[in-house]
Nanobody, 124 residues
């Protein structure tokens, strides 16, 4: 059974940093592209960042480019999202997701496995 477990969320002030982690089990982690998505209250889920199977390709939403960094450790079966310069508009539940393919995607329908999410709240 595939499990993705996010951690690292919290309440921070604007300008602060957080690092989210997503620990995977039940799948051959290095075969899968991974992604981070977020959903703010009253809004649809949106793409944040994605990384290919070996970390060689990454892609970011324009809203987080230059502030967020996605990375992975295939030995630890974990994907990370380093978030710097947080803004109140970054407040959302952040979800980790895995594709069955090794290549990146910014489309949530192309991800098969999802975590339960971790709350990030940024105060002004």
């Amino acid at each position: 059974q595939v499990q993705l477990v996010e951690s690292g969320g919290g309440l921070v002030q604007a300008g602060a940093s957080l690092r989210l982690s997503c620990a995977a089990s039940g799948l051959t982690f290095s075969y899968h592209a991974m992604g981070w998505f977020r959903q703010a209250p009253g809004k649809e889920r949106e793409f944040v960042a994605t990384i290919s199977w070996n970390g060689g390709t990454t892609y970011y939403a324009d809203s987080v480019k230059g502030r967020f960094t996605i990375s992975r450790d295939n030995f630890e079966k974990t994907v990370y999202l380093q978030m710097n310069g947080l803004k109140p508009e970054d407040t959302a539940v952040y979800y980790c997701a895995a594709r069955i393919y090794s290549t990146t995607s910014n489309i949530d329908a192309e991800y098969t496995y999802w975590g339960q999410g971790t709350q990030v709240t940024v105060s002004s």
